[in-house]
């Protein structure tokens, strides 16, 4: 499913994951499957971007400790400099079942400790994928960047709209 999210990601940003950077030139190799690292090295400080599944089970047990293992004792870190808190993202997706207000407090612990990075957490349904790949494959870009086309177009949906049903 990563792999689905982070092609999301490349359509949005002209083929890319850093924008305006060749994903060959940015991926570092954290020898792991479940933990993708994209470094942004186009400023002063270089940025550190982490990409991974989030897994809860029934009894609210995650892998997120997991994540943070790979993110924290990579042997990628012998060829690049280890990243620090300040320059470090990691940006979990959460495919659920369906959203329900009790989940918010699991994102909020999960987005506020800020130990080894700041986290985002994006949690989304099957559903709601789909409609959205559907929805991006139907917009007519016009020779404008695919980001410029998406956030035009979310302006005019709601909730009642067709296009996301």
């Known amino acids: 499913m990563i792999n689905t999210i982070l092609d999301i990601i490349r359509l949005l940003n002209d083929g890319n994951i850093v924008p305006m950077q060749k994903d060959e030139d940015t991926k570092i190799d954290l020898y792991n499957e479940k933990v ?84 985002y957490v994006f949690y989304y349904t099957e559903k709601e994928l789909q409609c959205f790949e559907k929805w991006c494959r139907s917009l007519k870009t016009n020779g404008k960047p695919m980001l410029d086309t998406v956030l035009e177009a979310v302006q005019f949906l709601n909730d009642e709209s067709e296009q996301v049903q």
């Open 36 to 119: 993708q690292l994209f470094m942004d090295a186009s400023g002063e400080e270089s940025k550190y971007y982490y990409f991974s599944e989030l897994e809860i089970n029934d009894e609210n047990q995650d892998n997120l400790a997991e994540i943070e293992d790979v993110a924290l004792n990579s042997d990628a870190y012998t060829v690049i400099e280890k990243p620090t808190p300040s320059d470090s993202y990691m940006i979990l997706f959460w495919k659920v079942e369906c959203i329900e207000e009790r989940m918010y407090p699991d994102i909020i612990k999960i987005e506020e400790n800020e130990f080894f990075y700041k986290k």
